[in-house]
């Protein structure tokens, strides 16, 4: 999978966990967009999901309709995207 241009605009903001909330505001995107573009994101294993602790991993099971109540950080496939696209 290539991300979209809006996906690797999200991945930059994920170096270090970063709640659902403040990746609307950060990234400036709508909430469903954003939450669209994240579930494929971890789907695809470019990012991690994180109790709000941010220090938590989550199992691969977290809840799709609540995901203000998780932290999300890039892998390490994750920044490698970052990287290629020198975001």
Do not use: W
């Not at 991993?57 to 892998?75: E, I, R, W």
């Amino acid at each position: 999978m290539k991300p979209t241009p809006d996906q690797c605009h999200i991945l930059s903001f994920l170096i270090y966990p970063e709640t659902f909330h403040q990746l609307l505001g950060e990234t400036r995107m709508q909430q469903g967009p954003l939450r669209a573009d994240l579930m494929d994101l971890i789907s695809h294993g470019f990012i991690e999901v994180y109790e709000t602790d941010r220090e938590t991993l989550v199992s691969p099971f977290y809840d799709t309709d609540n995901m203000g109540q998780f932290a999300y950080k890039a892998t390490k496939q994750g920044l490698k995207i970052i990287e290629q696209h020198a975001i």
